[in-house]
């Protein structure tokens, strides 16, 4: 992986590409994102960069913090997201990194937290079947069987009702259909995890798509 910003999801539309067809996008605001801070093998034992998303008031940063940023000649951000990238060398404190990184039609990976669903019951959690709606049954939206209970107690990993959604989810592979350098905004074609507004992760593809 050689490129990585932050960014903000606005929203899905759709635009049409040049055969007509309707193609569903979202669209992403990308940073302005700085690098503040590089990791170096030698020193850190691993190399890496460090960018910083959404600037923040000096104010509200205390001493240690204000010096940090003014190492890297940057104002004071609100995210700070570390990235392992193959060409970190390459990069200098204080670069800005905006949505001209990427070019249409490369594929890069969006990572963010998933809409809360709140508490779900196994059928809308896991997929499970229900059972029968008729004949008797009073079993309609049920977990099932816990399986065997000769240990007298239900073995980790059951799945059960409970707390759906608010993780951290990744979607590989997703096509950027058109980039606004001067408004520093990705149109990725297809939808991202999280809400309006929530904070992404855009990366360059790991497993590379071609076509």
């Known amino acids: 992986m050689k490129k990585a910003v932050l960014a903000r999801k606005v929203g899905m539309t759709q635009i049409y590409d ?3 067809r309707v193609v569903p996008v979202t669209v992403v605001k990308v940073g302005p994102c700085r690098v503040v801070a590089k990791k170096d093998k030698e020193k850190d034992g691993y190399e890496a960069v460090q960018i910083g998303f959404e600037e923040k008031k000096p104010s509200r940063v205390n001493k240690p913090q204000k010096g940090y940023f003014e190492r890297a000649g940057v104002s004071p951000c609100k995210v700070l997201k570390e990235f392992r990238l193959d060409n970190s060398d390459e990069y200098d404190l204080g670069d800005e990194l905006n949505s001209d990184i990427f070019s249409p039609g490369e594929y890069v990976d969006v ?3 998933s ?3 709140g508490f779900s019951g196994s059928i809308k959690r896991h997929n499970f079947s229900r059972g029968p709606m008729t004949h008797g049954s009073h079993y309609h939206r049920g977990s099932g069987s816990l399986g065997s209970m000769e240990q007298g107690h239900v073995f980790k990993g059951r799945k059960l009702p409970g707390r759906m959604g608010g993780k951290k989810s990744t979607v590989l592979n997703l096509k950027v259909i ?3 350098a001067a408004k520093n905004i990705l149109l990725i074609k297809g939808a991202v995890p999280g809400p309006r507004g929530s904070l992404l992760e855009v990366k360059e593809a790991v497993k590379k798509k071609t076509g």
């Open 18 to 20: 040049e055969t007509g």
């Open 111 to 113: 990572t963010g937290i």
């Open 178 to 180: 058109d980039v606004d």
């Open 115 to 117: 809409k809360g669903k």
